[in-house]
């Protein structure tokens, strides 16, 4: 209609400036088809104005072919008000390419919707060996509850994968939670056909105190005498008392395979 709207009601954005361009080539009739009467931009996208100001476009990225665009548009509805962006989000979820999916997922987590969680869970079981490397990782960051058996269950679902993403990202996503029962699916990792996920699992084992017998026989000694020792910070240091200053950790030094205690 031409007439401005109260900021939260939804219209057309239209804008104006110098930055406009004067006329198109080979295209006289543009002009005409872009322009208000009183010479405001018509962009054909719809948007939102809060009471701040601030401009949200509700339909640009809906109607783009290019999926980087829209995968783009996820990453930044998750950092507004999640009461304005949950629809947003939730139509960029079901979008037919993949690779926007997850990153709408991440969204969806972000701002905290109510079934976030479920989500994540279904996506863990997805054909995409992409969108369930992307739903093993947030299920391993926000170490959702009832996550173990269905990361351990994400790893058996990746075995017929190309690639080993989803895989890694699964037993990634398992070492986050600091139960014995992630144990047995490492245990199983070192035996995967990609050595990177060998590698990855071996060393998960060994920062928590796992005995290295079964990551030895997978990688070989030398290999498994390379990888990270348990962090000192899941360490019980010894103590000994110094004078009159208390007790004192004991002095640590460098050791090829890490810091021990000296």
Excluded: C, N
């Excluded at 037919?96 to 997850?102: K, L, W």
């Excluded at 905290?112 to 079981?125: K, Q, S, T, Y």
């Amino acid at each position: 209609t031409g007439v401005p709207l109260p900021a939260g009601a939804d219209g057309e954005i239209q804008f104006a400036g110098p930055t406009v361009v004067d006329a198109y080539l080979g295209d006289p009739g543009a002009m005409a088809r872009t322009r208000t009467p009183d010479g405001w931009f018509r962009t054909g996208d719809q948007g939102v104005l809060d009471a701040e100001g601030y401009l949200l476009a509700l339909s640009s990225a809906e109607r783009d072919r290019e999926w980087t665009v829209r995968a783009s548009q996820a990453g930044v509805l998750a950092t507004l008000p999640p009461e304005r962006v949950r629809a947003a989000l939730e139509d960029l979820a079901a979008d037919a390419d993949t690779r926007v999916q997850g990153p709408a997922l991440r969204g969806l987590v972000q701002i905290g919707a109510p079934d976030a969680e479920r989500r994540v869970f279904e996506a863990l079981d997805a054909p995409d060996f992409a969108l369930r490397a992307e739903a093993a990782a947030l299920a391993g960051e926000r170490r959702f509850a009832g996550g173990v058996p269905r990361l351990a269950a994400a790893y058996v679902r990746g075995d017929s994968d190309a690639t080993p993403s989803a895989r890694l990202a699964a037993i990634e996503a398992l070492g986050r939670y600091d139960v014995p029962a992630v144990i047995e699916t490492l245990t199983k990792a070192l035996a995967d056909r990609e050595w990177s996920v060998r590698v990855r699992a071996a060393a998960l084992l060994r920062q928590r105190g796992h005995h290295d017998g079964p990551a030895r026989r997978a990688l070989g000694p030398d290999l498994a005498d390379r990888l990270p020792r348990v962090p000192l910070a899941r360490r019980a240091l010894p103590l000994r008392a110094r004078g009159d200053r208390g007790l004192r950790p004991r002095e640590l030094r460098p050791h090829e395979h890490g810091l021990h205690p000296h």
